[in-house]
């Protein structure tokens, strides 16, 4: 059975930094590409960021570009999303996720969860002004 464990999510002032760890169990976790994806009160879960199966290719929302980087650790089976110059509208419960298919994800569907098999229970992160 497949696990995956956000942490690292609090209450930080705007302009300040986060680092989220999500650890993985029950699969092969350096076969398979990860995601991040973020859902605010009343709004739909939306895209963050993509990591391939070796950290080879990344992608972010334009929102994050320039102040999130995405890692994984594949001895640790751990991804991560260091969050800098946090701004309030970063607010919101913050999802990790495994992908479908074997090592990456075609560009055109990285960003939709369809692309996604396994999720995490989330992480809040609250940025205040």
């Known amino acids: 059975q497949v696990q995956l464990v956000e942490s690292g999510g609090g209450l930080v002032q705007a302009g300040g930094s986060l680092r989220l760890s999500c650890a993985a169990s029950?699969?092969?976790?350096?076969?398979?590409?990860m995601g991040w994806f973020r859902q605010a009160p009343g709004k739909e879960r939306e895209f963050v960021s993509y990591?391939?199966?070796?950290?080879?290719?990344?992608y972010y929302a334009d929102s994050v570009k320039g102040r999130f980087t995405i890692s994984r650790d594949n001895a640790k089976n751990t991804v991560y999303l260091q969050m800098n110059r946090l701004k309030p509208e970063d607010t919101a419960v913050y999802y990790c996720?495994?992908?479908?298919?074997?090592?990456?994800?075609?560009?055109?569907?990285?960003?939709?969860?369809?692309?996604?098999?396994?999720w995490g229970q989330g992480t809040q992160v609250t940025v205040s002004s």
């Open positions: 996720a495994t992908s479908k298919a074997l090592g990456f994800i075609a560009p055109m569907s990285r960003t939709g969860q369809n692309a996604y098999e396994y």
């Open positions: 029950g699969r092969t976790f350096s076969s398979y590409a």
């Open positions: 990591i391939s199966w070796n950290g080879g290719s990344t």
